[in-house]
């Protein structure tokens, strides 16, 4: 069964530092790959995705995520974080069958420090 | 954003109670999804629709129902609610295959339940 894996729970950092959150996920096909936000008390929203093309996308507010599919990664990066972005971060695969279901990874939830 | 609306937001209800968890989105979506949530946990998908008069299963095995007799509308029923269903539930739709919203799903705020 296809999976996700999302291998930071709980990231804290000092604004401006940098992040990386990391993902994987298991399938030997074709994806589309997602990352979700959820800030406190909102609902999920699209951060960014990549379906084809050039590995490397931007997403709002300032991040991005590379797709490398040899490691079956998709890593979400932002290299000055701001405590705005206090939040939990979803990464999810939508393995193109007719369902366009979604399969999510468990979240990392980062606080952000002044 | 896409405009997918959840009611109630929060609902505390005792066991055996039957309950609906309402769903409605305006931008005439084909797929519409429910999806569970457990504090720290991944969103597992309980029910998915491909339209009107379509409901199916999904992966995580769940004692709700659901109904798609309008496009726009897409409500979760428990006719007997326990503990085990405390949770929350998101509700998404698919933006389709065209368009700047292309192969995205969009989602509801959600509907926290406790059953005590």
């Known amino acids: 069964a296809q999976s996700v894996s999302q291998h930071n729970h709980h990231v804290i950092l000092s604004e401006a530092a940098s992040l990386e959150l990391g993902c994987n996920y298991s399938?030997?096909?074709?994806?589309?790959l997602f990352w979700y936000v959820q800030y406190p008390g909102q609902h999920l929203q699209l951060l960014l995705k990549?379906?084809?093309?050039?590995?490397l996308v931007k997403g709002i507010k300032g991040f991005e995520a590379e797709f490398i599919k040899s490691k079956f990664s998709f890593n979400l990066r932002k290299p000055s974080v701001q405590w705005s972005d206090t939040a939990e971060y979803f990464c999810a695969v939508n393995v193109r069958d007719n369902t366009d279901k979604l399969i999510f990874g468990t979240g990392t939830r980062l606080q952000v420090f002044p | 954003e896409a405009d997918i609306y959840q009611t109630p937001r929060y609902l505390v209800i005792g066991t055996g109670k039957k309950i609906t968890l309402e769903c409605s989105q305006t931008?005439?979506?084909?797929?519409m999804y429910w999806y569970q949530q457990d504090p720290g946990m991944e969103l597992h998908l309980i029910h998915y629709s491909y339209g009107v008069n379509s409901t199916e299963k999904g992966d995580l095995s769940s004692e709700s129902t659901v109904s798609r007799i309008r496009t726009e509308h897409f409500p979760l029923t428990l006719e007997s609610a326990r503990p085990s269903h405390t949770s929350q539930y998101l509700c998404a739709s698919h933006a389709g295959t065209s368009g700047i919203r292309a192969d995205t799903q969009y989602f509801g705020p959600g509907t926290r339940l406790t059953v005590l």
């Open positions: 399938y030997g096909g074709t994806v589309n």
């Open positions: 990549y379906f084809s093309g050039d590995p």
């Open positions: 931008m005439g979506h084909d797929k």
